[in-house]
Nanobody, 129 residues
Framework: QLQLVESGGGLVQAGGSLRLACTASRGTFSNNAMGWFRQAPGKEREFIATINWSGGSTYYADSVKGRFTISRDGAGITMYLRMNTLKPEDTAVYYC??????????????????????RGQGTLVTVSS
């Protein structure tokens, strides 16, 4: 069974950058579309970036478009989220997820747990003003 682990979160000042990584600790996601979502306290889950199985198609939520970049390796072991020009409103727990499909969903879209093969435990990103 696929298992995912996020890393790279932390505290950063507004305007700074971070790179999150999602690593398959068991199995690979070479045939899965992947994505990142975040959840801030008291707010709904928000999918912010998705990428198809080959890395050839990517989609972003308007809230991060132009600032965040999703990418993946060809082996299906590691996926990344490069976050630039961070804002205090980006503060949240960030999760990676593997979809039950090789095509990535276009954003915005409501995505339920039934669409996911696996998700990680999350990594906290805090952006100070």
């Amino acid at each position: 069974q696929l298992q995912l682990v996020e890393s790279g979160g932390g505290l950063v000042q507004a305007g700074g950058s971070l790179r999150l990584a999602c690593t398959a600790s068991r199995g690979t996601f070479s045939n899965n579309a992947m994505g990142w979502f975040r959840q801030a306290p008291g707010k709904e889950r928000e999918f912010i970036a998705t990428i198809n199985w080959s890395g050839g198609s990517t989609y972003y939520a308007d809230s991060v478009k132009g600032r965040f970049t999703i990418s993946r390796d060809g082996a299906g072991i590691t996926m990344y989220l490069r976050m630039n020009t961070l804002k205090p409103e980006d503060t949240a727990v960030y999760y990676c997820a593997a979809f039950n499909d090789y095509d990535a969903p276009r954003l915005p879209r409501i995505i339920g747990d039934g669409d996911l093969e696996a998700r990680g435990q999350g990594t906290l990103v805090t952006v100070s003003s």
